[in-house]
C-alpha cells in the first residue's frame, strides 16, 4: 500500500506541473491584459505596470520565475488586488467555500444515499417511481434555475430567506439546497444501481432465508457494498463543491472561492488564474486519492498494486 502511494503521490506531482503548465501557456493566448480597461491607460504606464509585475519579460522566463516560486510555496501577489497575496485571497474564499459546500455535500450523503436505497428495496413500486423522477430532475435542471426558484419562492413570494451574504444561519439554506440537488439526485442514481446489483448476489439470498430483517440485510451486508460508486462519485465531487460552485455563489453573492475564480478570469488576473486552478487540481487530486485509500477501508478485500 505504501508503494503504492508513492506512485500516486510522484504521479500527481507530474499532473500538477501539467496542469500548471498547459493553464499558463492558454492564459497567455487569450487577447487581452490585466490592464486593459475601459480606459486603457498611457504607453508609460503600461509599460511602467508591465515591468513591476514582470509581464515585460519573455514568457518562457516568466514561466521559469512563477515554478520555481511556486516550488517555495510562493503564488505571488494578485494583479487587481493590490497588497494581497494569492495565497491569502485563496485561504479566505476558502473557507467560505467550504462551509458552504461542506454542507451541502453532508446534506447530498443524508438524502442520496437513503433515497437510492428505498428505491432498490422497493423496485416498481410508486414509491421507486416518485425517487427516479426526483433524482432524474434534479440530475436535469440547472443550479441557476434551482437558485432562482428558490429565490422566487422563499424569498419573494414567502419573505423567509435573505438572498444575500451569510451573515446568519438562514443565509445558508437556500445555498446549500442548491448546490446539494444534483449530487443528492446523482448519488440516489448510483446508489438505487448498485444497491440492486448487490441484492441479486448470492450472499443476499443466503440472508433472506435465514430470515434476516430487512434493516439488518441492508445495513450490515448490502449498503457497504453497495456504497462503493458513491464514494467514487464524493472525491470530484469534494473538491469541486469545497472550492466552490461558481454560479451558486454568484447568485447570491456569495464571497467564496468560485466568485474570485471568475473574477481573476474576467480581470485577466494572471496571478489569481493560475493559483486557483492548481488549487483546484491538487484539491482533486488529493481527493481521489483518499478515496482509494477509502475503497481499502470500505471493502478490505481490495488489493493496491
Not at 445495513?219 to 457497504?224: E, V
Request: aromatic share 10%; charged share 15%; proline share 4%.
Amino acid at each position: 500500500m505504501y508503494a503504492y502511494i508513492t506512485k500516486r503521490l510522484l504521479m500527481s506531482i507530474f499532473t500538477l506541473w501539467l496542469v500548471a503548465t498547459l493553464t499558463f501557456t492558454l492564459m497567455f493566448m487569450v487577447p487581452g491584459g490585466p490592464f486593459l480597461a475601459e480606459k486603457a491607460p498611457s504607453a508609460a504606464t503600461l509599460e511602467a505596470l508591465n515591468q513591476k509585475y514582470g509581464l515585460d519579460q519573455p514568457k518562457i522566463v516568466q514561466y521559469k520565475n512563477y515554478m520555481v516560486k511556486l516550488v517555495q510555496g510562493d503564488m505571488g501577489v494578485s494583479i487587481k488586488q493590490r497588497g494581497r497575496t494569492v495565497s491569502s485571497i485563496i485561504s479566505t474564499g476558502f473557507k467560505v467555500s467550504a462551509r458552504v459546500g461542506g454542507l451541502g455535500i453532508l446534506l447530498a450523503i443524508l438524502v442520496g444515499i437513503p433515497l437510492g436505497s428505498i428505491a432498490a428495496l422497493n423496485r416498481g413500486k410508486w414509491i421507486d417511481n416518485v425517487i427516479v423522477v426526483f433524482s432524474t430532475a434534479g440530475i436535469a435542471v440547472p443550479s441557476f434555475v434551482v437558485s432562482t426558484l428558490l429565490m422566487l419562492i422563499f424569498s419573494v413570494k414567502l419573505d423567509l430567506l435573505p438572498t444575500y451574504g451569510l451573515t446568519s444561519w438562514k443565509h445558508y439554506i437556500m445555498p446549500v439546497i442548491a448546490l446539494s440537488l444534483y449530487p443528492s439526485s446523482y448519488i440516489s442514481r448510483l446508489m438505487r444501481t448498485s444497491m440492486l446489483e448487490v441484492l441479486g448476489q448470492d450472499y443476499m439470498r443466503t440472508a433472506r432465508a435465514k430470515g434476516l430483517s430487512q434493516f439488518v440485510m441492508l445495513f450490515k451486508h448490502a449498503l457497504r457494498n453497495a456504497i462503493l460508486p458513491v464514494v467514487t462519485y464524493l472525491g470530484p465531487l469534494l473538491a469541486y463543491t469545497l472550492t466552490g460552485s461558481f454560479v451558486v455563489e454568484k447568485i447570491f453573492t456569495i464571497p467564496g472561492l468560485g466568485s474570485e475564480f471568475i473574477s481573476s478570469i474576467i480581470n485577466r488576473d494572471y496571478t489569481m488564474i493560475m493559483g486557483t486552478t492548481i488549487f483546484l487540481a491538487a484539491l482533486i487530486i488529493i481527493m481521489n486519492l483518499l478515496v482509494d485509500i477509502a475503497y481499502k477501508i470500505v471493502d478490505p478485500r481490495i488489493q493496491f498494486k
